[in-house]
T-cell receptor, first 118, second 113 residues
Framework: AQTVTQSQPEMSVQDAETVTLSCTYD???????LFWYKQPPSRQMILVIR??????QNATENRFSVNFQKAAKSFSLKISDSQLGDTAMYFCAFMKPPISYNTDKLIFGTGTRLQVFP | DAGVIQSPRHEVTEMGQEVTLRCKPISGHNSLFWYRQTMMRGLELLIY????????DSGMPEDRFSAKMPNASFSTLKIQPSEPRDSAVYFC???????????FGPGTRLTVT
């Protein structure tokens, strides 16, 4: 069975600074997908970034980037130039690829609460 | 695109009552997921459907929970009878295999007293 571990329950950072959130996972699959979701106080789940395991290049989305280390089964999220609006819970998630055109479920970590201070 | 629609947004009910949560997925999405979020257990999958067919219901806690997807644009999650430990935020999400992404609704906060 797949598991996702986020070892940092809480993190804080000053605005305009950079912060890295950690995530490790365990799987015997060779191909899969990894995601970071953001959940602000509104509780809406917002996709931040995704990474396909077969791609060696790390994904980036504006101020958000990942460091994907497949051999180490590590998938960290770097937030550059942090903003107050980045304050939220961040969840790392794993998904196996679709089989026979059937999307699989997301397996979530326990989350990291990020507080951005002015 | 209206996104995934869930109703109600908040539900407060007494123990023993029946609760029905509703979800309308994004048009064209063929997968629908029900997740539950609690402080103790985090985010966990309850059940998911592909093309209206239940694929994995191993996360459904017990027989008090049931889910249906009568057509591609509507799903319900029913709890009967409800118990205080069912208090949680219930999310519905939809997706397509081509994008590998799931889009979440705003969630329903259920409180059972």
């Amino acid at each position: 069975a797949q598991t996702v571990t986020q070892s940092q329950p809480e993190m804080s950072v000053q605005d305009a600074e950079t912060v890295t959130l950690s995530c490790t996972y365990d799987t015997s699959e060779n191909n899969y997908y990894l995601f970071w979701y953001k959940q602000p106080p509104s509780r809406q789940m917002i996709l931040v970034i995704r990474q396909e395991a077969y791609k060696q290049q790390n994904a980036t989305e504006n101020r958000f980037s990942v460091n994907f280390q497949k051999a180490a089964k590590s998938f960290s999220l770097k937030i550059s130039d942090s903003q107050l609006g980045d304050t939220a819970m961040y969840f790392c998630a794993f998904m196996k690829p679709p089989i026979s055109y059937n999307t699989d479920k997301l397996i979530f970590g326990t989350g990291t609460r990020l507080q951005v201070f002015p | 695109d209206a996104g995934v629609i869930q109703s109600p947004r908040h539900e407060v009910t007494e123990m023993g009552q029946e609760v029905t949560l509703r979800c309308k997925p994004i048009s064209g999405h063929n997968s629908l997921f029900w997740y539950r979020q609690t402080m103790m257990r985090g985010l966990e999958l309850l059940i998911y459907f592909n093309n209206n067919v239940p694929i994995d219901d191993s996360g459904m806690p017990e027989d008090r929970f049931s889910a249906k997807m009568p057509n591609a644009s509507f799903s319900t999650l029913k709890i009967q009878p409800s118990e205080p430990r069912d208090s949680a935020v219930y999310f519905c999400a939809s997706g397509t295999p081509s994008s590998y992404e799931q889009y979440f609704g705003p969630g329903t906060r259920l409180t059972v007293t």
